[in-house]
């Protein structure tokens, strides 16, 4: 038992490394979404076609996280209280493959393999062409179980594209798309 779990440690440790030392094309440190792993889970969503999960085309299982300040945001109401977000509030969307628990009784759907974690951070004076959204991507890398920035985001300007597709469903939200999930 201490054996695993000493395993598991030095796994989760190595996961871990190296990617808050990496920046986005636009600018933006990983540094800034440290700790995301332990945010509080906004909600989860699933998405079975080949179009809506980075680059799997078999769909994938996704959580939604928050900073405290957004996590805040929701305890006070938004969206419907119609403010908008407050600066430094920052989510995490984090993308699996989805795979089948064949232990469990009945049939269940599990996160498989990481695929990428999607962010947005809110800052209106620094985002000010995205209406204050600053958007990051990493990939995760099956081959060295590692992440880096997502590729075909050398553009600086990529969080447009990203912000174009916010926009076009999530304008009167503050651009954010998942509602808080009650439990
Ligand atoms: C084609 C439309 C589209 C594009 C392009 C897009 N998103 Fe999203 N995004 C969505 C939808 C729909 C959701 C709702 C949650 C889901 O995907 O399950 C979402 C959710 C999110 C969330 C969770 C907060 C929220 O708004 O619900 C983050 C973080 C996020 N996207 C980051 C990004 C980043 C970073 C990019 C650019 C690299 C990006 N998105 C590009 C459609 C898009």
């Known amino acids: 038992m201490a054996a695993c779990a000493l395993v598991v440690s030095a796994v989760m440790a190595a996961q871990s490394q190296d990617r808050f030392t990496l920046k986005a094309s636009n600018g933006i440190a990983f540094s800034e979404f440290k700790g995301y792993e332990s945010w509080q889970l906004i909600a989860t969503s699933q998405h079975d076609g080949d179009d809506g999960c980075g680059t799997s085309k078999t769909g994938c299982m996704k959580a939604i996280l928050g900073n405290p300040a957004m996590i805040q945001a929701y ?30 009784p009945y049939q269940i759907t599990v996160p498989g393999e990481e695929t990428e974690v999607a962010f947005m951070l809110k800052n209106p004076k620094r985002f000010k062409d995205t209406d204050g959204w600053g958007y990051a991507t990493l990939s995760f890398d099956a081959a060295t179980k590692s992440y880096k920035p ?34």
Not at 81 to 96: F, T
Request: aromatic content about 10%; charged content about 25%.
């Open 150 to 183: 997502k590729a075909g985001q050398s553009d600086p300007s990529f969080g447009k594209t990203c912000h174009a597709c916010h926009t076009a469903g999530a304008k009167t939200t503050d651009f954010v798309y998942t509602a808080f999930a009650r439990r």
């Open 75 to 104: 305890r006070e109401g938004f969206p419907g209280n119609g403010k908008p977000v407050p600066d430094g509030a920052a989510m995490a969307k984090i993308e699996w493959l989805k795979d089948a628990n064949e232990s469990a």
